[in-house]
């Protein structure tokens, strides 16, 4: 059973190499067109699920209403697609940025992928954090978002960290995060990025883990590894549809639900495990893993979105960052989209989930939010 999950595991990933630049390339402009989508692991994701290489994550039943009163209801025309192919992109694939030691002793190198706007000049970077479940971090997940967001002038850099599949936990994570973007910034003139001015940006699993590493900004217990002489704050966090207090993020489903995901063998594997019980440990969860405990009246702005048709995410879990975000005067906008699921679910086979996530509505939200950070840095 190994042998065979290593290799599925390998064609995977031999198919995320080939799909990735679809789309995605330098020269001059082109005609506006569809954005480009990243189609093999759309295709191959759902059979790694059906064969049980991957733990197909539980899916609410019953889902409680959504409290909309601190946030702002959105309503995008799926119909309403961003469009790409206006600018010219420079592309640099598995650039390693980190190379930590696994629970094994031994070391891993860690990749991003960058998108940069052409003509070269200094510009905000905005580092993209995958979901995945905390089980895979797939860097080239949302490629047509991060086209978009790099034509609108922006350096995107995707990023990999390590997962359960690595051994590792929220902290290494977080650490992974921290490292890009020291990384990023030791090599701002190499990339023509401004050092200055740095967001996260991260979907699911990498929304959790953008809000810990916006509010642990001056925070020194997550920074691990190179480039050390450099900042790891940033300037910005976008979240769409992340965990925060994990120890509730089940809150707005099903009992049945509830029992499943609180025993999810990647969460608690990632965040930490009960005492004598594959269960969470919630006192975890609640604390060391939890985004509220860390906020402080200097934390970024941030930038929020959850579909209240979320059935893998409580959408609840992003209204207690708002709101908690809000009450220590940071500044937070949070929106919620109207009929919308948890992100682009093609990997599970729902072609149709993403339309709502890449309408003009949503994503100029995100390049609006961005163009504001860049005029204050």
Not at 306 to 316: A, C, E, I, K
Not at 326 to 344: L, P
Request: aromatic share 6%; glycine share 10%; proline share 5%.
């Amino acid at each position: 059973m190994k042998a065979r999950t290593t290799l599925i595991m390998a064609l995977v990933i031999g198919a995320v190499g080939a799909g990735v630049i679809i789309g995605v390339r330098s020269g001059g402009p082109r005609m506006s067109a569809a954005c480009p989508q990243f189609t093999p692991m759309h295709g191959l994701m759902p059979l790694l699920f059906r064969i049980g290489v991957l733990p197909k994550p539980p899916i609410a039943a019953s889902l409680a209403p959504s409290d909309t009163s601190t946030s702002i209801v959105i309503r995008p025309d799926r119909n309403d697609q961003i469009q790409c192919g206006k600018t010219p992109i420079k592309t640099l694939k598995d650039v390693v940025y980190a190379a930590p030691k696994l629970s094994n002793g031994k070391s891993t190198s860690l990749k991003m992928d960058l998108l940069i706007p052409e003509p070269r000049r200094k510009r905000t970077v905005v580092v993209y954090v995958p979901g995945g479940g905390f089980v895979v971090a797939g860097k080239e997940s949302a490629l047509n978002l991060r086209t978009y967001v790099a034509e609108a002038g922006f350096a995107v850099a995707s990023v990999q960290y390590r997962t359960t599949r690595d051994g590792a936990n929220y902290r290494d994570g977080i650490e992974d995060i921290k490292a890009a973007i020291r990384y990023l910034r030791a090599n701002a003139d190499k990339y023509g990025i401004d050092a200055a001015a740095v967001a996260v940006w991260g979907e699911s699993a990498g929304g959790y883990l953008a809000a810990m590493v916006g509010v642990t900004n001056h925070n020194s217990a997550f920074e691990a590894g190179a480039d050390l002489n450099q900042s790891s704050e940033v300037q910005g966090v976008i979240d769409d549809f992340g965990a925060s207090d994990i120890s509730k993020i089940a809150a707005d489903f099903d009992g049945v639900t509830q029992q499943a995901i609180y025993a999810n063998e990647g969460l608690v594997q990632y965040i930490g495990k009960a005492s004598g019980a594959n269960r969470l440990d919630s006192a975890i969860a609640t604390t060391a893993a939890n985004p509220l405990k860390y906020i402080q009246a200097n934390a970024p702005p941030f930038l929020i979105f959850h579909g209240n048709q979320d059935r893998l995410v409580s959408p609840s879990q992003t209204l207690i960052l708002h709101d908690a975000l809000v009450a220590a005067g940071v500044r937070s906008a949070r929106y919620v989209v109207d009929g919308a699921a948890h992100g682009d679910l093609a990997f599970m086979g729902d072609t149709q989930s993403g339309l709502l996530w890449s309408t003009n509505k949503v994503v100029n939200l995100i390049v609006d939010f961005l163009n504001r950070l860049n005029d204050a840095t």
